[in-house]
């Protein structure tokens, strides 16, 4: 039931939940057909039951105690082996401006003014990440804000002590996601690609 249906079959249509936004079907969202059928005649992938789940990207940043610490790529791998897809992908020395907006949120508490003067103190990793639940996912991968008391086994609770210096940001909601990404990222600098393990990872 919850199977991709096969190319042809969503013009059937009536049997498949559709996206408000785009008015396709969330499964079209996941992988469309034509890029199924192309996985299936290239790579001899056989169709995956899936739950209907959202595709979501997500914005994550690897803040400048992760690029002084020389963790940017055992961090990035946390997400690359995940089974996510990397869409965007810079090195930023984060402008003030910049950094109030992205932690707009926070104005007004005791640490806003350190957390941006941490947040501009040296290069940031932006990236954008892509694929099921992306938003939970990576925050499940971060842990807790406080990297003394994140669970072993996240990033921070692996690799960060401290609360401010947790080495890694992840966008809490998909409303924010979006928000974030035009902060960071010019549409163009957003890459579309296949990637040719999708039918396994799922
Ligand atoms: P998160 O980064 O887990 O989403 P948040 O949005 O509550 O956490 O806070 C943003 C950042 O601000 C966080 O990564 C580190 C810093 N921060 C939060 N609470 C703090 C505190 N009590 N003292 C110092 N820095 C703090
Ligand atoms: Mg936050």
């Not at 089974?83 to 806003?112: N, Q, W």
């Amino acid at each position: 039931m919850n199977r991709i249906p096969a190319t042809g079959e969503l013009r059937r249509g009536g049997s498949l939940a559709r996206n408000p936004r785009s008015g396709k079907s969330n499964r079209v969202d996941v992988l469309t057909p034509s890029a199924h059928h192309n996985l299936e005649q290239n790579f001899r992938v056989f169709p995956l039951h899936r739950e209907i789940s959202p595709m979501q990207q997500t914005l994550i940043l690897l803040k400048p105690d992760a690029v002084q610490r020389r963790l940017v790529g055992a961090i990035t791998g946390r997400f690359e082996s995940k089974g996510l897809r990397l869409a965007g992908l810079k090195l930023v020395h984060t402008p003030r401006d910049l950094a109030e907006k992205h932690y707009a949120v926070h104005k007004g508490k005791p640490f806003y003014e350190s957390l941006l003067t941490f947040l501009t103190s040296g290069p940031t990793v932006a990236m954008v990440w892509e694929g099921r639940e992306a938003v939970a996912v990576c925050r499940n991968l971060m842990g807790m804000t406080d990297g003394g008391k994140a669970a072993p086994g996240t990033i921070r609770g692996d690799l960060a002590l401290s609360v401010q210096n947790n080495l890694v940001h992840g966008s809490d909601s998909p409303e924010n996601a979006a928000i974030e990404i035009a902060l960071w990222f010019k549409s163009e600098e957003l890459v579309k690609y296949t990637i040719t393990d999708a039918s396994w990872v799922g």
